[in-house]
C-alpha cells in the first residue's frame, strides 16, 4: 500500500508564491519518476510538471515554463513545486503522481486546491 499525500496548497493573489510539498509513505519499492498534474472545473487533468528519479531531466508545461520549479528529495520520498508568479489561469486541484516498480506503476495523491485571486 501506497500513499501519497499533498500539502501547501492555498488561497494566494495574482502574482504570488506558493510552495507545494508531495510525500509518500507505505511500501516503497523502486521508486520512478514524479510529477504535478493540475484540474480545474469542467477541464481536463494536465501534466504540469514532471522530474526524474535522479532529478537529472525535468519537463513542463509550455503554461508553467520560467514561473514553476519541480524537485525531489529522495531521501524524504517527496516532491516539490515552486509555484512563483501565480495567475488566475493556475487556480486548479493540484495532485501529486508517483511511478513505482519495475512496470511503472502510477499512485495519485488526493489533491491540493490552489486558488489564485486577481
Known amino acids: 500500500q501506497v500513499q501519497l499525500v499533498e500539502s501547501g496548497g492555498g488561497l494566494v493573489q495574482a502574482g504570488g508564491s506558493l510552495r507545494l510539498s508531495c510525500t509518500a509513505s507505505?511500501?516503497?519499492?523502486?521508486?520512478?519518476?514524479m510529477g504535478w498534474y493540475r484540474q480545474a472545473p469542467g477541464k481536463q487533468r494536465e501534466l504540469v510538471a514532471s522530474?526524474?528519479?535522479?532529478?537529472?531531466?525535468?519537463n513542463y508545461a509550455d503554461s508553467v515554463k520560467g514561473r514553476f520549479t519541480i524537485s525531489r528529495d529522495n531521501a524524504k520520498n517527496t516532491v516539490y513545486l515552486q509555484m512563483n508568479s501565480l495567475k488566475p489561469e493556475d487556480t486548479a486541484v493540484y495532485l501529486c503522481?508517483?511511478?513505482?516498480?519495475?512496470?511503472?506503476?502510477?499512485?495519485w495523491g488526493q489533491g491540493t486546491q490552489v486558488t489564485v485571486s486577481s
Open positions: 503522481n508517483a511511478l513505482m516498480g519495475v512496470g511503472h506503476t502510477g499512485y
Open positions: 522530474i526524474t528519479y535522479d532529478g537529472g531531466s525535468t
Open positions: 507505505g511500501t516503497i519499492f523502486r521508486m520512478n519518476a
